[in-house]
Every structure is written in structure tokens, then in C-alpha cells.
């Protein structure tokens, strides 16, 4: 086996290994509102989210997979961009683990794409993005927080219109089974979009081995591809059943105070956001969408009900993430270039 070819299989592992991260990294999106209505506890709820992210895969095509594989324009005649692929995944999954353990809802998927960009800026200057896909991706970090924001607000006002007749606790046991239809649902959009991020530096890693042409798309009836879907969305699902109870904390407590109807509300906005993006193809970040929708619903009761400082310093780490991830990763590749050059 050359020595591109072990650097391919080690980059598989370290992709499928930033699934897992972003599974558990991620998984307080899908169940945040769950856990702190106490719908469920800490492991039925890991276990409902991770069954519904590894099914995403037969609702979804893979649009979100052909955006990432494009974000840099790989070529298969520069092995380097092997080690840009793997040193974009390195900086993404020790930025993923810095602020899991800092107890920091950021996003996985722009750390990913920012360490892919950092280590190809890193390579071959800027003229290696597609800036269009870049900047469509950063247009979203402020516009899927605002849909899953109004979208959740207006769905809690139509549900205090619709129930306003009814007591606070007929209301609450109604919607207590309620949230898991609601949960499953952002569990769903969060695989669909989320997987399908680490399928697309597969597919770019492939395509800079020779081993994959840029046309070729994902498919379960593609026998070369179908082990890409099924090993990245099982890996997504057994990362959510680790679960994330740091971010869990700050997701489901530290922004406001959710009752079930509440959670039920911030989830079906926040899928619905999830699965306009999934079609358009574009990734965004389920952490983004979940702590805009559950502001919208905290914003019903009154802007006080909302903690804007802890939202305030969400906003801060969504806004480093990207340049930080980048940062990270171009030290990783040069780094690795350093090593290569002194041997």
C-alpha cells in the first residue's frame, strides 16, 4: 500500500472519528428541550435522538455532501490535497473538543468547514475555495438562528391562541408526548445534515486519491458509495448516544426556562429550518438553529425570560468558530508538511 493510500484509510478514520464527535458534540440539540422539560431522561433521550439521526438517511438526498466535497477545488493530480483534508478534519475535531469541554454549543459543521478552508488556504492560497459556497454557508450562520427563531415564536403564539381556553397542566400533558414526535423530527434534520458534511470530505478525499471521480454522486444503489452513507450516519448515531450533557446544561437551562409546549415549539421550528437547508443543500449548523428557535419561544413570554448574556456568548463562539477551526488546521498542515520535509 503507497504511502497516499494509508493517509486516505487514516483520514477515513479520523472523518468517521469527527462523526462521533459531532454526534455527542451535537446530540444537545436534538435533546436539550427534552431532558430540561424532563420528558425523558438523560439516556432514553440520547437513544431516541440517535435511532432517528442514523434513519435520516432514507429521507434525504445527499445535496449538503456535494456542497462540502466542493468547498475546496481538489485535484487529484496534487496529493497534497490528501493532507489538506486530513489536517481540515484534525483542526475541526480539536476545536469540536475544545469547546465541548468548555461547555460551548458551537458548530460542528462550520469548524469543519473552516478547517477544510484553513488547511487549503494553507496549501494553496485563497484561490483554492469555492467563495461561493463559502459565503453561502456564512450568509446561513445568522439566517437559520433567525427562521428557527421566528418560526418557533410564531408556532408558540398560535399554540397560546389555539390553547388559550385551557389550564397550564392540560396543556403540558399534551404536549409531553408531543415533544418526542418533535424531537425525532430535529433529530431526523439534524442526521440528514450533519452526516452528510462528513460524507462530502469523504467524497473530497477520494477525488484527491484518484481513487473517485468529482461526478460521481452518493447513492444507495452505488455500491463504491454506499459504505460512505452507511459508515457516516452510524457513526453520527453512536456519537448522539454518548451524548453531550455539558452543552446539554447550557442548551436546555442556561437560555430559559422551557415547559414541554415550549420545547415542542423550539424543536418543530428548529426542524423546520433543518430541513429546508438539508434540501437546499446547504450546511448549517443544528446548534445555530436549536438556540435561535429557543429563544423565539422564550421571547413569547418576554424578552426578560431570555439570558441574552449567555445567548451573547453563543453568538461569540459561532462568530470565531470558522477562523478559529481555520487557524487550527493550517498549523495541523504545516505542521504535517514540516514533518514530511524533514524526512
Known amino acids: 500500500m503507497s504511502s497516499v ?7 477515513v478514520g479520523v472523518a468517521l472519528l469527527f462523526d462521533v464527535v459531532n454526534g455527542f458534540h451535537d446530540a444537545a440539540s436534538s435533546i436539550a428541550t427534552v431532558v430540561s422539560t424532563r420528558v425523558l431522561r438523560p439516556g432514553p433521550a440520547v437513544l431516541w435522538a440517535a435511532f432517528f439521526n442514523f434513519v435520516a438517511m432514507f429521507f434525504f438526498a445527499p445535496r449538503v455532501a456535494d456542497t462540502v466535497s466542493k468547498i475546496v477545488k481538489v485535484t487529484s493530480t496534487d496529493p497534497a490535497y490528501v493532507y489538506v483534508v ?6 475541526a475535531v480539536i476545536w469540536d473538543l475544545l469547546t465541548w469541554w468548555w461547555g460551548i454549543p458551537t458548530s460542528s459543521s462550520h469548524a469543519l468547514i473552516g478547517g477544510v478552508a484553513g488547511a487549503g488556504i494553507a496549501h494553496a492560497g485563497f484561490c483554492v475555495l469555492r467563495w461561493d459556497l463559502v459565503i453561502t454557508t456564512m450568509w446561513f450562520i445568522p439566517i437559520a438562528p433567525i427562521i428557527g427563531m421566528l ?19 392540560a396543556v403540558d400533558r399534551l404536549f409531553r408526548p408531543g415533544q418526542l414526535l418533535s424531537a425525532a423530527a430535529y433529530s431526523l434534520g439534524h442526521g440528514g445534515n450533519d452526516a452528510q458534511k462528513t460524507m ?34 452510524a457513526a453520527m448515531a453512536i456519537g448522539t448516544a454518548f451524548g453531550g450533557w455539558r452543552i446539554v446544561k ?20 428548529g426542524a423546520i429550518m433543518l430541513f429546508l437547508a438539508t434540501h437546499m443543500g446547504i450546511p448549517v449548523s443544528t446548534t445555530h438553529t436549536i438556540t435561535g428557535s429557543i429563544i423565539g419561544v422564550g421571547a413569547t413570554t418576554s424578552a426578560s425570560a431570555v439570558r441574552w448574556g449567555v445567548a451573547g456568548r453563543l453568538v461569540w463562539a459561532w462568530i ?8 487550527v488546521s493550517a498549523a495541523c498542515f504545516l505542521a504535517m508538511k514540516a514533518f514530511s520535509s524533514a524526512f
Open 5 to 11: 493510500m494509508v493517509v486516505v484509510v487514516v483520514t
Open 86 to 91: 486530513l489536517a481540515g478534519l484534525l483542526g
Open 151 to 169: 418560526a418557533s415564536f410564531v408556532l408558540m403564539i398560535a399554540v397560546y391562541w389555539t390553547f388559550r381556553r385551557w389550564r397550564p397542566t
Open 200 to 233: 462530502g470530505i469523504i467524497v473530497a478525499l477520494l477525488v484527491a486519491a484518484g481513487t473517485m471521480t468529482p461526478d460521481e454522486q452518493l447513492s444507495f444503489t452505488n455500491p463504491h458509495t454506499l459504505w460512505i452513507i452507511l459508515s457516516c450516519q
Open 250 to 269: 447550557t442548551m436546555g437551562v442556561g437560555i430559559t426556562k422551557l415547559r414541554p409546549v415550549g420545547g415542542f415549539c423550539a424543536q418543530t421550528g
Open 320 to 327: 470565531l468558530t470558522i477562523p478559529a477551526a481555520a487557524i
